[in-house]
């Protein structure tokens, strides 16, 4: 039973806390939020925060998307309940606590069927009827950047040097960018584990605990916001965008990935229910890659979002580029690590650090949904170095080709929801129209002189 909020909000003043942030997701993981005054929290909670249900389909560059139930409604509103639960103080900002928030319809207990923290719900309830429960354990790549006037993004890669894949220290963080992060991470409830430099000039991975799926997506969310935040206040950008440089590698989201019985019980133990299987692994863990592959294609539109996602894709980038899988073999879109037991897992590499979390892992527990009920198998998994096209078939090269795929998964879309995908699909084809309307500095170099 929770606590009564006025009992929350004594606590809160007691400890120096003025102001609560009440903060969701957007549909592509921006986070969406307003500062409320401590004393006003239980109107807050009572009533919820009216927001216009058009910011789901506001863009990056702040134009309004035409999805249904936005401007064609008259831009209605929804309301944001806080979910006291999830508060906790914020450590680089003096009084102030965050929460996250729950999207509602107006006046009613309904979800809305768009926000991303429901469409996670849908696909943990379908695993649910299996019986099973999703644990994960999100891994993210970002880039530190630092203003440069001379550049024409204006900004330039923070401590730039190559060689620094897998140091910490001043070597390749000179300012102790990561060592406040991880304390600030860790004193915020996000159960971080560790951190160290990538393999990209000024890119840097931070790991976080498995747990609940849903859990596990809150705390990827507030992770990436609170990298980014954590990084303003140093006058730094943090960017999580795929492939923000040239010449440079692209930035993941890998999703480790078990699944639980009723007594607890990791499924994919090879020696386990199932007896013992190939490769360590029950039938159950087989029937869950096989799933992830067969749906793959359309699980790209959710998990490689952007335009910008597919420029990090190619032979010898580390980024998966077929559909495969393989044991303990990093070129493979879904790594088997070696540990078994309780520990089995898959590691999912298709995803980049753009994704929303809550829908990333969503298609990803909808498609081992999709595997296990229709006891789907595998092809053999790869032997060597992958990126050899005539051995697999090849992930959608393009964000509309992703889209479309998205589109004609039926199977998949009855699992998250048909609003939700309606709405994904005209937000994210907006971007690609976009996208193809506007003249790049490419095009202008690459043709201006001399045609």
Known sequence: MSRPVEDVVRELAADGIDVVRVSYPDLIGVERARDVLVERLPAAVDHGLSFCRAVYHTTPRGDTVEVPGGLDAGLPDISVRPDLATLAKIPWEDGVASCLGEAYEPASDDLCPEGPRE???RAIARLGELGLDAVAGPEFEYYLCEPDPSSPTGWRRYADAPGNVYTAGRNGDPDGHILRTLRHLRDLGLGVTMGNHEFGGGQFEINLDHSAALDAADRAF?????????????????????KPFNGQ????????????????RNVFDGAGLDGTGPDGLSDTAHHAVAGVLEHAPALAALLNPTVNSYKRFGPDSLAPWLVDWGLDNRSAMVRIPPERGAASRLEVRLGDASANPYLGIAGLLAAVYLGVRDKASAPPPLEGYGYDAGKSPVLPGDLPAALDALAADTALVDVLGEPFVTAFLAYKRDEVARFRRHVTDWEFREYAYHL
Do not use: N, P, W, Y
């Open 119 to 121: 469409v996670l719900r």
């Open 249 to 264: 590698d692209g930035s993941g989201f890998h999703v480790h990935l078990s699944c639980l019985d009723a007594e607890g």
């Open 222 to 242: 507030r992770f990436k916001t609170s990298v980014q935040e954590i990084a303003r206040t140093e006058g730094r950008l943090a960017t999580f965008m795929a």
